[in-house]
Structures are given as C-alpha cells and as structure tokens.
C-alpha cells in the first residue's frame, strides 16, 4: 500500500518509516523538521545522536532496498501537500505531522496559538488534500489518550451510549483536555470526525498513551536509523525522561505526590499498532477511534520500577518528588480504567512490559551519558500551568528501594505530602564525566 507519513523525522515517524517499509509497503514521508529545532529552543538535545535527514534516507535505502521520497517542507503550505498527493498519490496518510508537547504549549502566547494553529492548518491541509486528491485514501491521525482527560467513570473507545431524560444515543465520549496542546488534538479529532460525516472520509483516531523507548524490532544497528530520543521538560516523556536521569544518576522527579496515573505503551508496540490499523482500515465514512496503550501506571509506581532497572545495571538513584508545574489540573489518586480492547481484537500483542523496555533503554542510554549530563539542565521543569516561568522546588528526597517492596509508591507519597515546603537535597548530579566527542545533529 502507499503510504504516506506527515512527520517523517520524529520519534514516531522514522522508526514508523522503516517498520513500514519492511513489510513491504510503498513509504513517503514529509517533515519540516521543526522538531529538531523546538528541542534546542528547550536547550536540550536527543539524547541519542540522530543523523541528518539525507543520511538517514540513505541509510534507509541502503537498509531496506526501497528509495523513499521526501519533501523536507511545512505541512501548513497547502502548495508542498498538493504537489505531494499529485506526484506519490497515497492510499493512506499517517498524520503525526503536529507539535507533539503540552508543556511547549503552556509557555505563552506565542507557544499556544502556534501550537493550535498548527496542528490545526496541517490536519485541515491533509483532510482536504484527501478529498480532492487521493478520495478513498484512509486518514490515521495520531490523536492522544489525554484528550479525554481524567473523568470519574471507565472510558470506552471513542463513543458511549447515553441516557438522557428518558432518551437514548450513541455519542462521542466527552473530551477535557489537560493543556493547550492536548486541546489541539480534540479540536483535530472534532474536525476529521465531521469530514467522515460530510465527506465519507475515512479516519482512525488513535488515542495514543504515552509512548516509551528507544529502539524497534527491525531497526538494526546502523546509528544512522537510530530514532531521536528526548529528555527536556517539554519533549521528553516521563518514562524516557526518568531514563535518561537515571544513566546520569540524576534523581527521578516525579511530579508532585507521582498519583498521576496514565496508560503507557513501548514504542515497538505502537508500530505494531499503527500498522494494524493501517492494514485493516475503516470502511468509507466510518471515523473509528482505537485506545492504543498496553499498561496503566502511576507515575510514583513508574519511578520505583525505573529505579529498579537502574540498579540491575548499577546505576544507584534517587527518587526526589518535584514541585507539580501542573498541578492547576492534574489530580493524583484519580479513576483510571479506559478501555482498549480494539487493537487487541485486531491482533496487536503487547510485547515488552515497562519494566523489560527500561532495561534496553538504560543500555542503549549508557553510551550517550556524557551528552545528557551536559543538558542535563534542560531536566527540571520551569513552564507551569499557572502561566509563570520558574525552576520547580525539590519536595524532598527518599529512596523507593528502602524497606518493604510491597508499597514502594507509598514511601514516596507520605513523604511528599509530609512536606510543606521545598526541602533542599542533593541530587548528585555528576559532573566528572569526560567531555564526548559528539557526532549529533
Ligand atoms: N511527569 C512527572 N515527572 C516528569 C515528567 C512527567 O511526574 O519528569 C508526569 C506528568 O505530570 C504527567 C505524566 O507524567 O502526569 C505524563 O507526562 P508526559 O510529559 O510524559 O506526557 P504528556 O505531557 O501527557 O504528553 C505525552 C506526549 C504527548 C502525548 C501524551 C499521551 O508528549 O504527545 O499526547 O503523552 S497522554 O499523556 O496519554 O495524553
């Protein structure tokens, strides 16, 4: 099948790339290669050193024997996705061509309207271009479980049935998004949900957990295949943050009390679950919405099992709650229970639990110590919900692996909830490391 990815040079899209092109499908991709550029705004780096997109596209020819096309351009440009579809006439679109961070789109002004017009104008440019030039091509938009926030009952897949003074009907879950940015992919999913309507496009909206790790199957050795990985505030997300804090020994920094509790899924398993929606596509009109994460963790629970990992390689860290930069929305403790037996019934199997995927991470990570505690101030959070700007207060510090395993997440809680006010402690952050020759972009 011809497929078509928006977004080709991210975390999600190069490994998507490749793990495409081995099974055979005809892959093209775009990118703007903002990505690159937000993460320096951040004063950070990919951890892992990643190639310049011509080296990359080389190493994916030599890897996979396919020449991939690529027009290195901005999706907002109606022009770039109107030559895009004439000339590689797709038969499906995969959209992860938006700014994928929700603290990048508390920061101000600037940041937020960039962010919603953004992802706006190029999933409106994508669903038109569909239309007019490849009708009948499938939409797979990369969507997020944060869209529907954290209510108080069990969320279903896209839509629930509904009772109302007597009245029955089948409606779209209620969406309540946790930050701007989370906010621009329930607009997406509003419009490309009326286009099925109107049109009879036809779109999966993948409501995608938080995605960790640092490697795929099929990615093999060469550096030049290797998928960015960050650890800044804005672009790293928590598992891989914790990570990278751990190689350096920085301490894990759980936000808060750490009660948060989100679904997660490794990203080898989100290919997996990408492909089977592609391969198994909706019927014309139909706007189908898949809940794509395999398991649900508090976030303290996180930092324990990451601590776990670190020491099985040596690697001794602390876990040191931080001040919450979301606490104006985030609640800990909540009602978690979505549902997402979909990709599932399609096949998907899930095939590392986190705990495993940490293990590979932190080896993989190992070499590229010394490039991650150089940025290693890019860690602390200072964009918070409340609109100001300011480095996060330590809440304190303790050791999840101290005493009885059976409830190392509550150790964490006690403590941070114990203290009133930020407590200094050391972190050790290590400093001593010889400087790396870095061969990164
Ligand atoms: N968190 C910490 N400590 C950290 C970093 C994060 O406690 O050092 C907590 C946050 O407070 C939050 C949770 O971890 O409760 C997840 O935060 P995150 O930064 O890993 O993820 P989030 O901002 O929710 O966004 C990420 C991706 C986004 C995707 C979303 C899926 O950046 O593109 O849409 O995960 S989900 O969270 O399910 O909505």
Known sequence: MRMFIAG?????????AQHLARRGHEVAGADSQFRRSWVEEMGSVSAIPIAKIDGRLAALRESTGQKIPFWNGDLRDYGLVDRIFREFEPEAVIHLGECPSAPYSMIDREHTTFVQINNLTTTFNLMFAIRDLAPGAHLLKLGTMGEYGTPNVDIPEGFFDVEYRGRKDRMPFPRQAPSWYHWSKVHGSNNIMFACKIWGLRATDVMQGVVFGTRIDDMGEDPRLRTRLDFDQAFGTVINRFSCQAVIEHALTPYGAGGQLRGFIPLRDSMQCLSLGLENPPEAGEYRVFNQFAE??????????????????????????????????????????PDHDRLRELGYQPSHDVASEVRGMLEDLLPHRDRIARYQAALLPDVHWDGTRRQVSYLSAVRVNDGPRAEPAETVLKVAERVSAPVPVVVRPRTDWADEAVDAT
Do not use: C
């Open 8 to 16: 080709m040079d991210g975390y999600l899209g190069w490994p998507l």
């Open 296 to 337: 649900t963790y508090s976030i303290r629970e996180l930092a324990g099992t990451v601590q776990d990992a670190a020491l099985a390689v040596g690697l001794e860290v602390d876990v040191v709650p931080v001040e919450n930069p979301r606490a104006a929305i985030e609640r800990h403790g909540h009602h978690f229970a």
